[in-house]
T-cell receptor, first 114, second 111 residues
Framework: DTAVSQTPKYLVTQMGNDKSIKCEQNLGHDTMYWYKQDSKKFLKIMFS???????INETVPNRFSPKSPDKAHLNLHINSLELGDSAVYFC?????????????FGQGTRLTVV | DAKTTQPTSMDCAEGRAANLPCNHS???????VYWYRQIHSQGPQYIIHGLKNNETNEMASLIITEDRKSSTLILPHATLRDTAVYYC????????????FGKGTKLSVKP
């Protein structure tokens, strides 16, 4: 069983569209994350979320919003897509805690905006 | 910004030990050192972490200096499948502990 799974794996869409990326974890973790990896391969945190707190990286445009229907899912909604949104998006999860918890990552969703 | 410094790239011969250094001179006493790797086109994979003692698991060993200002990840018998970008991360000790990735070290294992 895949621990953290994302769908779709590839997403090609036109500018201005609204799209969602789904993420599910079966590890029983409390905290989930979204990361963005741009063309220069830098991995940057976008959101971290548990059932009590959403932390948003201040550089993330408000066109991006996480939605969590339950503890095992954290979906990423993107409105009015722009060319610069093209990247690979990774979902991750970990146990709630301090520094002593490892994170598990999904295989990524490659988003291409044309 | 990442709180670690790593060489941009390294080569290693297949079957030999790969030693990947990391400097984290501003590490705080309650911060952990984590290592992750990212094989091409895949999600980052956890390798190992430690606080101040050396650690070993089935994948690697982590050697942390006594002053905790640097560490070394050791892959004892590198294989071609270990070719990846290796990230050394100092884990911010918050309730949700975001991982802050730097540029990492591109390790190339050669036959």
């Amino acid at each position: 069983d895949t621990a953290v799974s994302q769908t779709p794996k590839y997403l090609v869409t036109q500018m201005g569209n609204d799209k969602s990326i789904k993420c599910e974890q079966n590890l029983g973790h409390d905290t989930m994350y979204w990361y963005k990896q741009d063309s220069k391969k830098f991995l940057k945190i976008m959101f971290s979320y548990n059932n009590k707190e959403l932390i948003i990286n201040e550089t993330v445009p408000n066109r991006f919003s996480p939605k969590s229907p339950d503890k095992a899912h954290l979906n990423l909604h993107i409105n009015s897509l722009e060319l610069g949104d093209s990247a690979v998006y990774f979902c991750a999860s970990s146990r709630l805690g301090g520094g002593d918890t490892e994170a598990f990552f999904g295989q990524g969703t490659r988003l291409t905006v044309v | 910004d990442a709180k670690t410094t790593q060489p941009t790239s390294m080569d290693c011969a297949e079957g030999r030990a790969a030693n990947l250094p990391c400097n984290h001179s501003t590490i705080s006493g309650n911060e952990y050192v984590y290592w992750y790797r990212q094989i091409h086109s895949q999600g980052p994979q956890y390798i190992i972490h430690g606080l101040k003692n050396n650690e070993t698991n089935e994948m690697a060993s982590l050697i942390i200096t006594e002053d905790r200002k640097s560490s070394t990840l050791i892959l004892p018998h590198a294989t071609l499948r270990d070719t990846a970008v290796y990230y050394c991360i100092v884990r911010v000790r918050r309730s949700q502990g975001n991982l802050i990735f730097g540029k990492g070290t591109k390790l190339s294992v050669k036959p």
